[in-house]
């Protein structure tokens, strides 16, 4: 990947800004107000994914259980994630619940029904799977990674998202992500790309700091920018990064110390922002 300093991307992204932009009216407040949901989003996809991690460790080491698993499954139950282990009869046989992200709370080795909401997710999951192999959908792989789904339930259906995993040392997989948004019977009703192809954050980032682009149509810092970040930056020994985006003009800044957000539109202020 060719590397260019902060300060040369940020001059060409700001050039390239002053022709090209497109004008959002967002006050403010509005610009927050969007900033604080996609945090909560980011940090809720990172509990469940930290947590898929921490299980498929634990029940990769029990061959017991390992010789007849089928699938797992991931969900949001009261003010925890639980993991579920689910075996070729389609019953559970082993299950983790996380409050916090790094220690489970809940460990029972258990063979049992799912339950109707299990049973639920589980098939909403495979038949939005399914649909995206079926129509063929633009999505991209590449060697060393893959894509990781993560099922979100809200009011008017299911929100799938795709982030890149990778057992690559030394870098953060940013980039080549999705979103499918779904009815409540699964079936996709819109889909969108946040990035236009894999970015990886490495420890050569000069500088120790990194900022990229995004889509003209992605105007915000992702939910996904955040999980991924969370999951991997004590791979390069980061604490924040930057995206900027051509169609506010505006860079977004996320520090993991304070686990937020900064918003500024003026590219000498950045510096101050990104730190190692």
């Known amino acids: 990947m060719r590397k260019i300093t902060i300060l040369t991307a940020i001059l060409l992204i700001s050039c390239f800004s002053v022709v090209h932009s497109q004008t959002y009216n967002y006050t403010e407040t509005e610009l927050e107000q969007k900033c604080d949901s996609i945090l909560q989003e980011g940090n809720l996809l990172y509990r ?9 460790d634990m029940y990769m080491n029990k061959p017991e259980i390992m010789g007849n698993a089928a699938t797992y499954l991931t969900y949001e139950k009261g003010d925890s994630i639980k993991c579920i282990l689910i075996d070729k009869e389609k019953k559970c046989n082993f299950e983790v619940s996380f409050v916090e992200t790094s220690t489970p709370c809940l460990v029972r080795h258990i063979y049992r029904d799912l339950s109707n909401y299990e049973n639920n997710l589980l098939e909403t999951r495979t038949k939005i799977l ?10 991209v792989t590449y060697d060393g990674y893959s894509l990781n789904w993560i099922l979100l ?5 299911y929100k799938f998202y795709a982030i890149n995993g990778t057992q690559k040392a030394g870098e953060v997989p940013i980039g080549n992500d999705y ?5 409540k019977e699964g079936e996709i009703q819109s889909w969108k790309k946040f990035h236009s192809r894999l970015i990886p954050i490495d420890k050569g980032e000069p500088g120790g700091k990194h ?18 970040f969370k999951l991997y930056q004590n791979q390069v020994g980061l604490t924040s990064f930057g995206v900027y985006s051509p169609s506010l003009d505006t860079f977004f800044v996320y520090q993991l110390e304070t686990n937020s957000i900064t918003i500024s539109k003026d590219p000498n202020d950045l510096q101050k922002h990104i730190q190692q």
């Open 48 to 56: 469940y994914e930290k947590a898929a991690w921490i299980f498929s």
């Open 130 to 139: 399914r649909n995206l192999v079926d129509n063929k959908y633009d999505l």
């Open 153 to 157: 339930p809200f009011e008017e259906g």
């Open 179 to 183: 979103l499918f948004i779904t009815n």
């Open 211 to 228: 900022i990229h682009s995004h889509l003209r149509q992605e105007p915000f810092i992702s939910a996904t920018d955040i999980c991924t």
